[in-house]
C-alpha cells in the first residue's frame, strides 16, 4: 500500500523526489518535447498539404478522408482526458459497468454509418442544425440548436476535458492550474485556427497511435504490479482503506468496501448505481445524440471519400471503443488496489488531505498510477498520452463549433460575407472559444460531485435526449413538421432544466450525506429521466405535426429515408433565401485585393491562414459537379460487402464482450 500522505508530496520517503519533481528530469521531458515537434510537423504538413482556402476544405476536408485516419479521429475526439480520469475514477469506486457508456457507442456508430450520414450527405449539409434547416425550414431550429450545441461544448465537454487534464498536469509538473490550461489551449488553438478538419484529424490520427501505446505499456506494468488477472480480482474486492471513521460521522460499510457486483455490468434496475434497463434502453438515446446527432462526430463523417470509408471509419472506430475497459477502467481499479488510502479514502478531512476534494479522490486514480509506476521516459511518454487525449478533443470539438458558429450564425448576421471574411470569422470564433472556456473551469470545479463521468453521463441525458429524438423522427417520419420539432425541443429542454438546475443547487449528495433535492426531481436515476424526456418529446413532436399542416413531399426529397434515392429535383423550403445570398455573392465577387497590391506581411498572414489562394470563378455546371460529389453516397460493390461483413463481426465480438462481462 501506497503512503497516505498528499499526492501533491507523496511519498515522504528520503530521497525519493515529490511527485510534481517526478517528470522534471532529462528523459521525460525529452518524450515530451518530441512529441510537441513531431505533433506539430503533421499539423503543418497536413496545413500545406490540404486546401484551406475554401469553406469546404476548411470544415469538411474537401470531402478526400480515407478511412483510417477518419476512424482515429472518431476515436481520439471522443476520448479526451476527461475519459482517463473519469474511466478510471468511476472504475476505481465501482468497477467495471461504467465501461457500457462506451460499449453501447459500438452499436451506434453502425446506426451513424448505416442510417445517419446517408440522409446527411444527400441533404448537401456541413453542420447538423442546417440539416434541420433544410428538413423543416425556417431559422428558429438551427438558430437553437446552434446556440444549445455551442453552450455544451463550453458547459460540458471543453470544460471537463480541461478539469481533467488539470488534475493530471498539476500533480505531473506542478504548475498552476491556469497556467497549464492556458499553455494548452494555445498550442491547441493554433493548428486548428490555422489547419482546418484536415490537419485536427491527421493529428488525431497521430494521437490515437501514441494514445494506443502509451495505455498498453501502462495497462502492462499495472497488471504486472498485481500479480495478474487472477489477482487483481481478488484484491480488488479486499481493497479497503485503512481509516473509515472520523469527524464525528457514522459512515457505512458500503461506502468504503467494494461493490459485491463490481465485476459485472448489468445491474440492479432499482439500488444499481448504473441499473441495467437505463444501460440498455436509457443510454442508448443520449449516445445517439452524441454519435449521431453531434456535429464534432458527424462532421467527420461527412470529410471522408466515400460512404465505404465512412463505414469502415466507424468499424474502425467501434473496435477502438472495446479498449477503455482494459486501458482505463481496469488500470483505475488497479490503482485502488495499490493506493488504496488515497483513491478510496472515505473520510472528508483524510480525502482533503490527500487530494483538497471531500467528496472522494477517485478522479486521481490513472494519475497517480503513471506517477507511481511509469519509469523515466515512459512516464513522459504517459504524461503525452494525457496532453495527446486533451488536444484531440479540443481541437474536434474547437474546430466543429467554429463551423456551426460561421454557417449557422455568423451568416445570419452578416448574409452578405465573402468566403473570405467566413474563414476569417470561424478562426477569430475559435480565441472566444478559449476564452470561455477558461472562464468557465472554476465553475466547474465547484460543481464537479467526485466521479467525472457520472457529472458527464448525467448532464448529457438531461440535454441530449430531445435532439436524438427530433433527429430520428425527421429521417424516419416525413410527417413531421417544423412547428412539432420545435415545440418538441422547447418542451424537453424545459423538462431537462427543471431536473438539472436543482441538482446544480443541491448537489447530487454522496454515500455519507444524501443530497436535499426533492425526491420528485431528482428521485429518478438519470438514465430513467433520459427514457422520460425521449417519450414526452416524442408526444410532442408527433401531437403538435399531426394537428398542423404536413410538408409536401416536393421540399422532403432525399432528406428522410422513404425519399432517399429519389432523384426528383428538391425545392429547398429556403430557396428564396438562397437564391438572394447567391445574388448578393455575385455582385461581390472580385472585391478582394489583387495579388500585385498586396504586402509582403499580407502575403504571409494569407499562406499561413490559407486564404492565398483563391480559386477561379466556378461556373454553374462547375458548381453542379461540386455539389454532385459533396452529396455522392455510391459505393462500389465489392467495398460494400467487404465493410458489411466487417459490421456483422464487429457486433457479434461487442456481443460477446457483453455476455461475458454481464
Not at 136 to 164: E, K, P
Not at 456 to 466: F, Q
Not at 612 to 629: N, V
Amino acid at each position: 500500500m501506497a503512503s497516505t500522505s498528499s499526492p501533491d508530496t507523496m511519498p515522504e520517503t528520503p530521497g525519493t523526489p515529490e511527485m510534481s519533481e517526478r517528470i522534471r528530469n532529462p528523459a521525460d521531458i525529452s518524450v515530451i518535447v518530441i512529441y510537441f515537434i513531431v505533433l506539430m510537423i503533421v499539423g503543418l504538413w497536413a496545413m500545406l498539404k490540404t486546401n484551406r482556402g475554401t469553406v469546404g476544405g476548411f470544415f469538411l476536408a474537401g470531402r478526400e478522408m480515407a478511412w483510417w485516419p477518419m476512424g482515429a479521429s472518431l476515436f481520439a475526439s471522443n476520448i479526451g482526458s476527461g475519459h482517463f480520469v473519469g474511466l478510471a475514477g468511476t472504475g476505481a469506486a465501482t468497477g467495471i459497468a461504467t465501461v457500457t457508456f462506451e460499449w453501447n457507442s459500438v452499436f451506434l456508430l453502425m446506426i451513424l454509418g448505416w442510417f445517419f450520414v446517408p440522409i446527411y450527405i444527400k441533404s448537401g449539409v456541413m453542420t447538423m442544425p442546417e440539416y434541420l434547416k433544410k428538413r423543416f425550414g425556417g431559422n428558429r431550429l438551427q438558430i437553437y440548436l446552434s446556440v444549445l450545441t455551442l453552450f455544451i461544448c463550453v458547459a460540458l465537454r471543453i470544460s471537463s476535458d480541461i478539469f481533467s487534464g488539470a488534475i493530471f498536469i498539476k500533480l505531473a509538473l506542478g504548475l498552476d492550474l491556469y497556467l497549464a490550461i492556458f499553455i494548452l489551449l494555445g498550442i491547441t488553438a493554433v493548428y486548428t485556427i490555422t489547419g482546418g478538419l484536415a490537419s485536427v484529424i491527421y493529428t488525431d490520427a497521430l494521437q490515437t497511435i501514441i494514445m494506443l501505446i502509451g495505455s498498453f505499456i501502462l495497462m502492462g506494468f499495472a497488471f504486472a504490479e498485481v500479480g495478474g488477472y487472477e489477482k487483481f480480482v481478488e484484491k480488488y474486492m479486499n481493497a479497503i482503506p485503512t481509516v473509515t471513521q472520523g469527524d464525528n460521522l457514522t459512515i457505512s460499510s458500503k461506502c468504503y468496501i467494494p461493490q459485491a457486483d463490481s465485476f459485472h455490468i448489468f445491474r440492479d434496475p432499482v439500488t444499481g448505481d448504473i441499473p441495467w434497463p437505463g444501460i440498455v434502453f436509457g443510454n442508448i438515446l443520449v449516445a445517439m445524440w452524441y454519435w449521431c446527432t453531434d456535429q464534432v462526430i458527424v462532421q467527420r463523417c461527412l470529410s471522408g471519400k466515400d460512404m465505404s470509408h465512412v463505414k469502415a471509419a466507424c468499424i474502425m472506430c467501434g473496435y477502438l471503443k472495446l479498449l477503455p475497459l482494459f486501458f482505463m477502467v481496469m488500470p483505475g481499479m488497479i490503482s485502488r488496489i495499490l493506493y488504496t488510502d488515497i483513491v478510496a479514502c472515505v473520510v472528508p478531512s483524510e480525502c482533503m488531505r490527500h487530494c483538497g476534494n471531500e467528496v472522494g479522490c477517485t478522479n486521481y486514480a490513472y494519475p497517480i498510477l503513471v506517477m507511481e509506476l511509469m519509469p523515466n521516459g515512459l512516464r513522459g511518454l504517459m504524461m503525452s498520452v494525457m496532453l495527446a487525449s486533451l488536444i484531440s478533443s479540443l481541437t474536434s470539438i474547437f474546430n466543429s463549433a467554429s463551423t456551426l458558429f460561421t454557417i449557422d450564425l455568423y451568416t445570419k448576421v452578416r448574409k452578405q460575407a465573402s468566403e473570405k471574411e467566413l474563414l476569417i470569422a470561424g478562426r477569430l470564433f475559435i480565441v472566444i472559444l478559449i476564452i470561455l472556456s477558461i472562464l468557465w473551469v472554476p465553475l466547474l470545479e465547484v460543481s464537479n460531485n467526485g466521479q467525472l463521468i457520472h457529472y458527464v453521463e448525467s448532464i448529457s441525458s438531461y440535454l441530449g435526449p430531445p435532439i436524438a429524438t427530433v433527429f430520428l423522427l425527421a429521417i424516419i417520419c416525413k410527417r413531421v413538421n417544423e412547428q412539432g420539432a420545435f415545440w418538441g425541443l422547447i418542451v424537453g429542454l424545459v423538462i431537462g432544466l427543471i431536473r438539472m438546475i436543482p441538482e446544480f443547487v443541491y448537489g447530487t449528495g454522496s454515500c455519507l450525506a444524501a443530497s436535499n433535492c426533492p425526491k420528485i426531481i431528482c428521485g429518478v436515476h438519470y438514465l430513467y429521466f433520459a427514457l422520460i424526456l425521449f417519450g414526452i418529446t416524442l408526444v410532442v413532436v408527433l401531437g403538435v405535426s399531426l394537428l398542423t399542416k404536413p410538408i409536401p413531399d416536393v421540399h422532403l426529397h432525399r432528406l428522410c429515408w422513404t425519399l432517399r434515392n429519389s432523384t426528383e429535383e428538391r425545392i429547398d423550403l429556403d430557396a428564396d433565401e438562397k437564391r438572394q445570398e447567391e445574388e448578393e455573392e455575385e455582385d461581390d465577387h472580385g472585391d478582394d485585393n489583387s495579388e500585385e497590391t498586396r504586402s509582403c506581411f499580407r502575403k504571409a498572414y494569407d499562406l499561413f491562414c490559407g486564404l492565398s489562394k483563391k480559386g477561379p470563378k466556378l461556373t454553374k455546371e462547375e458548381k453542379e459537379a461540386q455539389m454532385q460529389k459533396l452529396t455522392d453516397t455510391s459505393e462500389k460493390p465489392f467495398w460494400k460487402t467487404v465493410v458489411n461483413i466487417n459490421a456483422i463481426l464487429l457486433l457479434a465480438v461487442t456481443v460477446f464482450f457483453h455476455g461475458y462481462y454481464a
